[in-house]
Structure formats: C-alpha cells, structure tokens
C-alpha cells in the first residue's frame, strides 16, 4: 500500500475519532491499519435495536481508487447482507462503479445505519428475506429480532 | 423503420434485413462516407460474390480492427461537421447516445444545452483545452496532499485533484475496469464525462493504447448491427442486420474470417435450425435435467441380443457386436437391417396412447422418455461429431503414412477433410433438429420435418460409417465418399431451407411459449 493511501487512512481515523457517528464504535490497529472493526449498535426503533455488531472493514490496496470492503461478523437477518459466514454487502457506494475515491468510510457507516433502519429492497443479496421484507412484514421482523436475540447480545 | 413490414418483405429479397437500418460500416451504396473498396481487406460473405442465397442464410459483413477503426473514425468526422463540434466531442456525444446517429441530431437540433450536458460536456468544450496548473491553498481530496507545488487538475465542473490521484483513479477505472466511453469525474457525485482530449493529456502512453482499444470495443459493444466474434482471441467483428425482435423467425449464423460459425443473435456456436430462445430453454432444461439423463450419454452400452458390453469408438451409429455379430442401432438398440427401409422411424418419438398416461405418475414418467428421446440424440450427435473427429484425425495420420509409402500426392487426400467437415456440421445440424423437435407441437409440417431429419441423418450415418473403413480401402472410396458427402450437404441444405422458409412465415407450432 502506498504511503498517500496509509495517509488518507489516518486522516479518516482522526476524522472518525473526533466526530465518530453515534451507536459505534472503531477499535483500530495502527499495525495493520488496513483493518477496522467496527462495533455498531443496532439503531433505536429499528428491528435490530437492542442488538450489538461487529463489523470488519478492509481498505484494499488500491484504497482509495477502490472502495472498502465491507462484512458483518456478527450474523444478522438483512436483505442486504449475505447470509453466509462472510455477512458480506455490496451496494450503494460499496460497488467499485459508485464509489469515487473522494468519498469516505463515515460515509459508509452512514450508509450501513440507515440500511439497519431501513433496508434497500431494490437491490438485496438475499432476494427470498428482501421478499419477506415487503410480503410478509410480520415475520420479516420475528426473524429479524430472534436472531438479534441469538448472535447480537 | 423497425416495422414488420420490413422484415417480412426479407424474404423476397435478402437485401432488405439491410436497406432499413443504419449500416455504419458502409454496407449501403448511397452513403456518403462508403467504405473505399481498397479498404476492405478481404472477400466479404457478399450475396453479390456467392452463389445465390439460401432462406436459411443472412447477409453479413465481416470486419477487422482497422475497419472498425475507420469507420469509427468516418462516422466521428461527419456528425462533427453537422453538429459543429470538434471531433473529441462528437465522440463523446455518439457514444453517449450509444452509436445512434439519428437521435443524437435529433437531439442536439432539440436542444444543444440539455444533450451536451448530459454526455458530461457542459458549455461549449471547443475553447479552453484541458490544462495541467498549480493552484495557492490546494488540498487533495484523495491523497490529503497540501503541497503548494503539487500539480492539478480539473475539468468543466471544477473538481480539482492532484494529477497523481487523477492518474491513479484513470489508471484503476481503464485498466482493472475496462471503462472507457464512460469513466465519470472522480469528484463525489459528478456525473461529468472524461474527455478524450483530457485522458491524452493525463494518461500514460502504454495506457492510452489500452483505452482506444476499449473505446473501440464500446463502438461495437454499443452498435446492435456489429457483434464481436465470440471466438477466444478472435479481433474480427461481423455485421448483421437481424435485430432481437427477428429472432423467433429467422437463426442468423454468421460465419467469421477466422472460421468460426457462430448465432449472431446470442454469440452461441451456430445452432440452426432451433431459434435462439428455443436454444436457451434447452441448454437450461438440460442442465437441470443433467443429473438424469447423464447415464443416457455413457459410451458404453450392452448388446442387446447378447448383453457383452460394446464400446462406441466411432461416430457411426450402425454397431456391430464383436462376440454375436449382432447390428444394431446404438441409439434406439433396434436392428439395424430396418433402418434402410421406409418404417425407420428413429428419429421419431411415438406418443403412447392417452389411456396410458392417465395418472400424473404415468404422465410424468412419459414425459421424461419423451425428454430422454429426445436428449439422447441431442448428445449422442455431439458425441459423434468428436469421435467422428478423432476418427478423421487418425485417418489422415494413416493417410500421411501411405502417401510417404506409396507416393500418392497431398491434393488426393483432400476429400478427406472435406468429408470431415460436412460430417461436423451436418452433426451439429442434427443435434439441434432434437432441441427443435423437442418442442415441437404436432402439425400438418411435422412429418415434412421429421422426414429431412431422418433423411440427413441416414446420409450423415452412411458417410461416417466410411471412416470406420481399413486405411488401404479408402483410396478406391474416394469416388463414393465424395458421392457422399455432397448428398450430406444437399440434405442438410433441404433440411436447413424448409426449417428457416417456416420459421420466418410463423408455420411451426410449439408446445411452450418462448420468453
Ligand atoms: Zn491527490
Ligand atoms: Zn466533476
Ligand atoms: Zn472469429
Ligand atoms: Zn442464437
Ligand atoms: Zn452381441
Ligand atoms: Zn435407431
């Protein structure tokens, strides 16, 4: 990694710590500052209130021409995030044809909020919950919240 | 201009696939930027050089990459002396607009502003060429970099970053991207254009050849009548001007320069006589159905009169069982002494009586035999064409070997190959007869159909039956097989002809619906 891009990296860092968004948390490593976890609280009046996520973000080498990848490490019930052992997202700003390289990682974590409040059906990774999500609300939400209960506290 | 009329009136005269659309590359007499003669480099597929066209062909044009270049180059130069522009862009504005010529005057007539400031052009780009400058008080948005010699750049809207980020973000979209018309400004949510003139001047050179060749494939990529040649590491393009709503009457292959045959309609290996959305359908049901009618294609079967395991080594379906002598046909096991005569009915799946099929288990347990009759020789002719393949391949080793030996010359031997290659074609003829009959709902044209059908496939099986001969036999063949193989060809022809006549008047009738 170049050092511009280790740069922008602590620049961001600095700028997540002095304003860092309310509900999270970013533990970082300045060993290997190519890798953040994020800590995020799921957001009050939303299904995943209550609960608690780890996220890991990885800059790629090529950070910032490419945008950041993105995984949840803790399992969540999402139309947006792969329900696999990656819980990976890819939309919005996260694809490479959307991201432009002035834009940055409170961003993204912007992003992943609203999508906690509300999910963008349009453009899931998991068409059978985005389904749920708009046939069958109810249980889209038991889902939802009994996994917050189980992998989330 | 995309009434059916047009395509209808196809038939009388080949030529009208072509006289109503837009033939960039010069394929129309009265254009005025026509292709010179001498820019051609090679014999096209004309109709007006062949012998007269068959209702199963298309009229096509191949190109090679200069072509492409030129005719590119061509169509640039005269919108840009229409509309005023300098050629950057009109380049710009026409890729944009995806090609379409019409509709970008059209539109620049309508309203200049509006068009050139949705292709990311702003006011006018003819003055005030892209320049690289130092700016007091810059920040990189991208690098964080402050330093006062740093050197920027900005286009029309003004998102100023340093060159290096700017290259960088060139670099990344160009070559790990492949983006070319398109690359957008990397200011955050600034959906202007990068110029061409702007990418000559931050670009390195290796790169700028990377981003032409890609800015020339988008003019093909881009063009509904031009079509890449699908074939790994082919750079020819083919014309045609079959468009998407014509594909339920008519299966356009194309033949490239580099030999490859191939749909112009969805890029697959040429599948005449089943229309391309009858081919998906196909490829997709077979996939689903692959772990059932795996066992079917196996090589390997047993006698039926004495059950000794018998080897398919040849494309030819006449077998012979080593122990008993018994012949046999390998795909329907019925004897092979009645195939020759009138009631050979391989080919043909005979539906049951209805009175057997009166409870969905029966119903679905026939409607797989039909699938796997079907299915079976669907793949037992592509089989075939490889081992007829191989077979030919050992043939003419041995052939080589007898000429060195007897002194025979190259040229007698030519028959050879030409066999071989009306055997594979004729195979993938027939391979996809089945796909097409498959779906095929019973009328007053099917018997018509199934007849060519086992009538090519009788003269196919005559023809590879001869490649199974001793080597030292073939010679005194040669007379027949030439016999042969031009019968192969007329029956493919027939079949071919009465298939794409019915298609294109709408006479055949399907058990599904075709999306
Ligand atoms: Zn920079
Ligand atoms: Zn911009
Ligand atoms: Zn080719
Ligand atoms: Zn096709
Ligand atoms: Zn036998
Ligand atoms: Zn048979």
Redesign the pocket.
């Known amino acids: 990694m170049s050092a511009g891009a280790k740069k922008r990296i602590m620049k961001e860092y600095g700028e997540c710590m002095a304003e860092t968004p309310a509900g999270m948390k970013i533990n970082f490593d300045e060993q290997n500052m190519t890798k953040w976890e994020v800590l995020m609280d799921g957001p009050d009046g939303s299904v995943y209130a209550g609960g608690h996520f780890k996220l890991e973000i990885i800059f790629p080498n090529e950070y910032p021409f490419k945008p950041p990848v993105v995984s949840f490490r803790t399992k969540i019930y999402h139309p947006n995030v792969s329900n696999d052992d990656k819980g990976s997202m890819c939309l919005g700003l996260l694809r490479p044809d959307e991201w432009k390289p002035p834009n940055k990682v409170v961003a993204v974590l912007r992003l992943i909020q609203s999508l906690m409040v509300e999910p963008n059906i349009d453009d899931a990774i998991e068409p059978s919950i985005a389904n749920e999500y708009k046939e069958n609300r109810k249980e889209f939400e038991k889902n939802a919240k009994d996994w917050v209960k189980r992998y989330a506290k | 201009m995309d009434s059916d009329d047009d395509f209808n009136s196809s038939q009388a005269s080949g030529d009208d696939f072509l006289d109503d659309q837009d033939s960039d590359l010069g394929l129309e007499d009265d254009s005025d930027f026509d292709m010179d003669q001498d820019d051609v480099g090679f014999e096209s597929q004309d109709k007006d050089m062949g012998p007269r066209k068959q209702a199963y062909e298309v009229d096509f044009k191949v190109f090679d990459p200069q072509q492409i270049q030129g005719s590119q180059d061509r169509q640039i130069d005269e919108v840009s002396s229409i509309l005023g522009q300098p050629p950057e862009a009109t380049a710009i504005l026409l890729r944009h607009l995806r090609w379409n010529k019409e509709r970008l005057i059209d539109r620049y007539m309508d309203n200049q502003e509006e068009i050139l400031e949705s292709a990311g052009l702003g006011e006018t780009a003819a003055n005030n060429p892209p320049k690289i400058s130092k700016v007091a008080g810059f920040v990189c948005d991208i690098c964080c970099e402050d330093d006062p010699s740093l050197d920027t750049f900005a286009m029309k809207c003004g998102h100023r970053f340093c060159v290096e980020c700017y290259r960088q973000y060139l670099y990344t979209k160009i070559k790990e991207e492949g983006e070319a018309a398109r690359i957008r400004c990397p200011g955050d949510g600034c959906n202007r254009i990068v110029d061409s003139k702007s990418l000559d001047l931050l670009v390195a050179e290796e790169l700028r050849d990377r981003y032409h060749e890609l800015l020339t494939r988008t003019y093909v990529d881009d063009k509904d009548n031009l079509r890449w040649c699908p074939a790994p590491n082919c750079v020819y393009a083919v014309e045609c001007g079959v468009k998407n709503k014509d594909l339920m009457q008519i299966v356009p292959t194309v033949h490239c320069e580099c030999s490859h045959d191939f749909c112009f309609g969805c890029s697959l290996n040429d599948h005449q006589p089943a229309p391309c959305a009858l081919v998906k359908m196909w490829l997709k049901k077979c996939e689903d159905d692959s772990e059932t009618a795996n066992w079917i294609s196996a090589n390997t079967k047993e006698c039926p009169k004495c059950n000794s395991t018998i080897e398919k080594n040849g494309g030819c379906?006449h077998m012979t069982c080593r122990k008993c002598r018994h012949e046999f046909?390998?795909?329907?096991?019925?004897v092979w002494s009645e195939?020759g005569t009138s009631w050979?009915n391989?080919n043909r799946f005979e539906e049951k009586s209805g009175s057997e099929a009166r409870d969905a288990q029966a119903k679905s347990r026939m409607s797989l035999e039909r699938y796997l009759h079907y299915y079976n020789r669907y793949a037992n002719h592509e089989q075939s064409a490889k081992l007829d393949k191989d077979i030919y391949l050992k043939t003419e080793k041995k052939m080589q070997q007898l000429q060195n030996t007897t002194g025979m010359s190259w040229i007698e031997v030519q028959y050879l190959d030409t066999a071989s290659q009306a055997l594979q074609q004729c195979r993938q003829t027939l391979k996809w007869t089945y796909a097409f009959a498959y779906y095929l709902a019973r009328n007053n044209l099917t018997e018509i159909f199934e007849d060519n059908q086992k009538d090519l496939e009788m003269a196919v099986e005559n023809l590879s039956e001869m490649f199974e001969k001793p080597v030292d036999q073939l010679q005194g063949l040669k007379v027949d097989m030439m016999d042969k193989t031009s019968y192969c060809t007329k029956r493919r022809v027939i079949l071919l002809n009465d298939t794409a006549e019915n298609l294109k008047l709408g006479n055949w009738e399907f058990n599904v619906k075709f999306s």
Request: glycine share 10%.
């Open positions: 379906n046909c390998w795909m329907c096991m019925g195939h050979y391989c």
